[in-house]
């Protein structure tokens, strides 16, 4: 019994392979001719704007005509057709007077159909429509703002694309028209609001306009609402520092100390405060006043009535002294070469504060020319490294430089007294 079961199961299965590839068969190989039908397919006017516009010329009727098609084609084909991709297109580029014109269409199907393997037939041949003659009138776009925005926001001047609107109409239609006005919500705002917003016709009496009839450059107005929010941060200086050039030995007064900036909350969030500009400060002596332009960040704008900044900065218990150093370290000398100072003596300002000052001499002070950058014999201009020893608050001002002669090892030629592994006075 089992068994009997299961060859009866077998022949069902097989049968009904069998009968679904003979369909398949039959339907596809045999390009099985069915049909379809699709209704109310509005029907799209092309020219309008363009050839039939430049005459003077605009549809006043016929913007609602649909036509039903009745398709016949092979059923592969009709599967994978989107009835709702089916387009019907009448040309208006042939008009050239006003009155009730007859227009022919083309039926137009998605580009994975192939048109030459349908019949098509239709409920109307041609698409009735009226013409009449062309007016413009530019008319403003107002915008009505409601709602709150967040607190400690405020909006400046809400910015309209586009501003002014072009009607295309009959005479009497337009006369009566004076703007376009939309309503921008912006309840609870923090950030700039951008919509796109439709917009209603109003006439003199601010009385809105309903005539199906107008036709517009567009259908929605982008409105631009800028929303900035306010921070007040101070303006700085950057000082460098050197020894016994410090922000401990001046005092500096920068009028005002802070300004207030309005701008967006993601940009003003990353401003902290705005650098004037960069001072060194082994430049600096006795008191000195310097003006700024108050540089304005990227996206923001200054609340203040005010562009510019004046810091006083005031130096104290600080010295400078000129020493003159007659020895030089050589480092760096070049294998197969031995070089020797040129320069016999070099002045160098120092700066720190008065009391070490006063106790510094020249032997405190190291100066070293590196000559690892020199590959042959010659005299060169290299600059020095200025160490001080016994002196924290003590450093060189400036950059110095010394003249080296380098000569062969074999060579006994003199370019000065000193040479690289005893400096001496040149």
């Not at 398709?71 to 991709?85: H, N, Q, T, Y």
């Not at 998605?110 to 413009?136: C, F, M, Q, W």
């Not at 309840?187 to 109003?202: D, H, R």
Request: glycine share 8%; charged share 20%.
């Amino acid at each position: 019994m089992e068994k009997t079961k299961g060859r009866m199961t077998l022949r069902i299965i097989i049968s009904i392979l069998v009968a679904i590839a003979v369909w398949l068969y039959v339907d596809i190989g045999q390009a099985t001719t069915v049909t379809t039908r699709v209704r109310d397919v509005p029907v799209e006017f092309s020219g309008e704007n363009g050839i039939l516009a430049d005459r003077g010329l605009m549809l006043l009727s016929g913007y609602d005509t649909t036509i039903d098609l009745k398709i016949e084609g092979p059923r592969r084909v009709l599967w994978k057709m989107d009835k709702d991709a089916i387009r019907i297109v009448a040309d208006t580029s042939g008009i050239t007077e006003t009155g009730v014109q007859a227009l022919t269409y083309q039926v137009v199907f998605p580009d994975n159909i192939p048109r030459s393997e349908l019949k098509v037939e239709a409920s109307a041949y041609t698409v009735t429509v009226t013409v009449g003659e062309l007016h413009t009138k530019e008319i403003p776009v107002r915008c009505e703002i409601v709602g709150e925005l967040a607190d400690g926001f405020h909006a400046e001047a809400v910015q309209l694309d586009p501003a002014v609107l072009v009607l295309r109409g009959q005479r009497d239609d337009l006369l009566n028209v004076s703007y376009a006005k939309i309503v921008l919500d912006v309840s609870g705002a923090s950030k700039t609001v951008i919509q796109g917003i439709a917009y209603t016709l109003y006439d003199y009496n601010d009385v809105p306009v309903e005539n199906e009839n107008i036709r517009t450059s567009t259908k929605m107005i982008q409105a631009t609402l800028p929303v900035y929010t306010t921070k007040t941060v101070p303006l700085v200086i950057n000082f460098v520092e050197a020894p016994g050039s410090t922000e401990d030995t001046m005092e500096c007064t920068i009028v005002p100390q802070s300004v207030t900036l309005a701008g967006e909350k993601t940009v003003l969030d990353d401003i902290d405060s705005i650098v004037l500009g960069e001072i060194y400060l082994q430049d600096l002596t006795g008191s000195q006043t310097v003006v700024y332009d108050i540089p304005v960040p990227e996206g923001t704008t200054l609340v203040d009535d005010v562009s510019q900044a004046t810091a006083t900065i005031v130096v104290t218990g600080v010295t400078e002294r000129t020493l003159t150093v007659t020895k030089f370290g050589l480092t760096g000398v070049p294998e197969g070469y031995t070089a020797e100072t040129v320069t016999e003596s070099l002045n160098i300002v120092m700066r720190g504060l008065t009391k070490e000052i006063e106790a510094l001499k020249a032997e405190n002070i190291t100066v070293t020319a590196d000559l690892s950058e020199i590959t042959e014999a010659g005299n060169y201009t290299v600059p020095v490294t200025v160490e001080v020893s016994g002196s924290a608050n003590v450093s060189a001002k400036g950059n110095y430089q010394i003249i080296v002669h380098v000569a062969p090892a074999e060579s006994n030629e003199t370019g000065g007294t000193g040479n690289a592994d005893n400096a001496g006075n040149g």
